[in-house]
């Protein structure tokens, strides 16, 4: 049965009228809490808002501060509205535009939704701690040493190379392109070290075909935004970033990171995402003019690229080629605050207030008439994207 | 002994049939009892009919590398002992939608280091062994 037309009942309803984050670092003092609280804090004085009338939260399951934490140390109203939003790096985009969606249903006003994370110490890596025995989908993959993250992925990449002549060569555009732009970025943790190609060309293998700066940073810090209603966004300090279109991803026969197992591994989560996202919106992929693609390893960018429509399949990686992803001159200029790779990897959150700062105007890799902006969250994880537009 | 090797929970519902298969040298995989669809990794639903009925099918376990990557340390003390390796994924002949992940080794019992990672590609044939290791039996893969 063909599915009902796409109503948009969300579609510039909302904002992001606020945006906080702390210093990003490894082994910053403040414990997690204390990051969150600072963030959050930081995003409701950007937004001119008290705290007292916060009444909405959206957090990531994978999130170490609950809600009840935050709310009475910020101090928080009554608040009526609250939801989480999984699969890690998949979740960015998710808890914001669900927050929009308790905004524009009148279940809350003010909403925020933050990322904490204290990940720099090395026992913070999930894989590093061993389980006993391994009885969900890891059995089928950890016993062969496909561990971390990135073999994870490495393993596509090198499926993706077979199948679309991929290039070790597009993947150093990706992170070229990325350092350069937190170079520009004074608050990024990479931008003081500029990366050449045969830097790239050089560095040690993580996982071949994948190494070390394919790979996003580990990080200390926390973000925050602050969702209203589009009409009090307008009245409010900030250049409101409008809400326009959101949707979650989940493929037919997905399985998280270790996507191995359907006919087409390489057509992830952010098909499904991106189909339903055009459908919401006035716009389309040739209107964006500045993406936050969530970067953990860069040849995710290669699969968002094609996978929202950018490109066809198999030319993400030439797409990559002449400074087409490079600020300013680039056909579209992405991750222009440095992305995970380069600026901060907090989970992806830092893509959502870098693509509400192009609407603002404010990025320090600021795009000339950035009037639409994409955010969208973890590919090879059930995924989330955001069009942020400045007009509406 | 303790290896620090990861390895399957053998009491898990879902796949103790299949880690019992191997460890009597056959590699199965599991079938919808009712539509006979196979599907891999096992799972209590058959997604083309829905049944919950389940049965154990043997394969040729022979295949086709569907891709690879070798891991570098960091890396848990086990398997950092016999870093760079090599992880690969096998497509089955007897039907290539049934994939599994394992290794390429040079006998049932070598390392998971002994093949030249520059010698190995996409689509060259394999077929299964069985490494034991602690009380688990792996599948790993020879070259045919
Ligand atoms: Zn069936």
């Known amino acids: 049965m063909p599915r009902q037309p796409a109503t948009g009942l969300i579609k510039n309803q909302t904002a992001v009228a ?11 003092p403040d414990t997690e809490l204390s990051l969150a609280c600072q963030a959050v804090s930081i995003a409701l004085d950007d937004a001119g808002i008290e705290p007292s009338e916060v009444d909405g939260i959206a957090s990531y399951t994978m999130e170490p501060n609950r809600e009840v934490d935050v709310a009475r140390n910020v101090g928080f109203g009554d608040v009526t509205w609250f939801a989480q939003v999984g699969f890690g790096g998949g979740a960015g985009c998710g808890v914001v535009g669900q927050a929009a969606m308790a905004v524009a249903t009148g279940q809350c006003s003010v909403a925020v939704a933050w990322r904490a994370r204290k990940r720099a110490s090395a026992a913070s890596r999930p894989w590093a701690q061993a389980a006993a025995r391994l009885s969900d989908s890891q059995q089928w993959s950890r016993p062969f040493g496909v561990i971390r993250p990135v073999d994870e992925i490495a ?9 679309y002549g991929g290039t070790r060569d597009h993947l150093a555009n990706i992170a070229i392109a990325f350092r350069k732009h937190a170079a520009r970025n004074p608050g990024s943790t990479m931008g003081h070290k500029p990366m050449t190609r045969a830097d790239y060309m050089n560095a040690r293998w993580i996982s071949e075909p994948l190494c070390l700066f394919d790979n996003c940073l580990e990080t200390d810090g926390a973000l925050a935004v602050v969702v209203v209603s589009a009409e009090r966004a307008r009245d409010l300090k900030q250049p409101p970033a409008y809400i326009h279109a959101f949707a979650q991803g989940l493929p037919p026969q997905h399985q998280t990171m270790t996507n191995y197992f359907t006919d087409d591994p390489l057509r992830g989560p952010a098909w499904a995402a991106a189909k339903r996202m055009w459908e919401l919106a006035d716009v389309t992929a040739s209107d964006v003019k500045v993406a936050q693609l969530y970067d953990a390893f860069s040849p995710l960018i290669i699969l968002s690229l094609e996978g929202y429509g950018f490109c066809d399949r198999g030319e993400g990686g030439p797409f990559t080629d002449d400074g087409n992803i490079e600020w300013p001159n680039g056909r579209l200029p992405v991750n222009t605050s440095g992305g995970g790779m380069s600026e901060a990897y907090v989970h992806g959150f830092n893509l959502v ?4 700062r192009q609407i603002r105007g404010t990025s320090t890799a600021q795009v000339e008439g950035a009037d639409v902006s994409l955010v969208t969250s973890g590919e090879g994880v059930p995924t989330s994207a955001i069009l942020f537009t400045k007009d509406v | 002994m303790e290896t620090g090797w990861l390895l399957p929970d053998l009491e898990d519902p879902e796949s103790n049939e299949f880690w019992a298969g191997c460890a009597r040298g056959e590699l199965l995989v ?40 070798v891991p570098h340390p960091p890396l848990l003390p086990a398997f950092a002992e016999v870093a760079p390796y090599n992880s690969i994924i096998v497509e089955l002949d007897d039907d290539p939608g049934i994939r599994f ?6 006998s049932a019992h070598g390392a998971i280091n002994e093949i030249d990672p520059a010698t190995i590609t996409i689509g060259e044939p394999v077929r299964v062994v069985f490494h034991h290791i602690e009380d688990v039996t792996l599948p790993r893969w020879v070259r045919a």
């Open chain 1, 18 to 28: 606020g945006l906080g984050q702390t210093t990003f670092g490894k082994g910053l």
């Open chain 1, 155 to 163: 393993m596509l990449t090198r499926r993706y190379m077979h199948e």
């Open chain 1, 353 to 356: 207030l870098e693509g509400a």
């Open chain 2, 30 to 69: 599991q079938a919808c009892a009712a539509c006979g669809a196979w599907r891999m990794p096992p799972r209590p639903m058959c997604a083309v009919c829905r049944s919950t009925a389940v049965r154990w099918e043997p394969t040729t376990g022979r295949g086709r590398v569907w891709s690879f990557i």
């Open chain 2, 101 to 106: 992940v394992g290794n390429l080794v040079a």
